[in-house]
């Protein structure tokens, strides 16, 4: 009894040691050229009903409710999404956007895991047809995200979605 004893203080040492060394922050973000106006590209991605078009995380369930609240686009409009579970359930608000140069989202995760972040998107004209957009999320891991980013870091499993998103949104505004 005394060696399990041992055996559960030893084993939460060694996880306490481990989220105390881990890095609780992160910020991931892609970029891509658009051959498009900065204000139609803009104007396309921070409006909430078109990210389905584009975004990966949608992919996950194509039959996930989805709810909008507010109007689309403008600070406060918000979208609740359910899905199965590798889609999750969660709420996503607009808390900033600059016409024309940045948007910013509130999304809280409520299922699988209970997870705040910030996403971003900035763009900027480099030419008349041609635009740099940014896209990206930053935010705080909590336990036992923490440990788990040890072996497979947010950079990898966000960084490689918001280039396939950013893929697609080329696709799709480029073709248009």
Do not use: C
């Amino acid at each position: 009894m005394t060696l399990f004893f041992y055996l559960i203080i030893a084993l939460i040492t060694f996880f306490a040691f481990l989220h105390a060394w881990a890095k609780k922050e992160y910020d991931v973000s892609r970029t891509v050229v658009i051959n498009k106006p900065r204000e139609e590209v803009f104007n396309f991605v921070r409006q909430l009903k078109k990210q389905p078009l584009w975004n990966p995380w949608f992919k996950r369930d194509p039959e996930a409710i989805l709810k909008y609240k507010g109007e689309d686009g403008k600070i406060g409009a918000s979208f609740y999404w359910k899905g199965n579970n590798k889609a999750g359930e969660g709420i996503q608000r607009i808390v900033k956007a600059k016409q024309g140069r940045v948007f910013e989202t509130k999304i809280l995760f409520v299922k699988p895991v209970k997870v705040n972040a910030l996403t971003y998107i900035g763009v900027k004209e480099i030419e008349a047809e041609k635009t740099k957009m940014v896209w990206g999320t930053r935010g705080n891991l909590a336990f036992p995200l923490t440990i788990i980013s040890i072996f497979y870091s947010p950079e990898k499993a966000l960084g490689e979605k918001f280039e396939e998103g950013l893929k697609e949104l080329k696709s799709i505004l480029e073709v248009n």
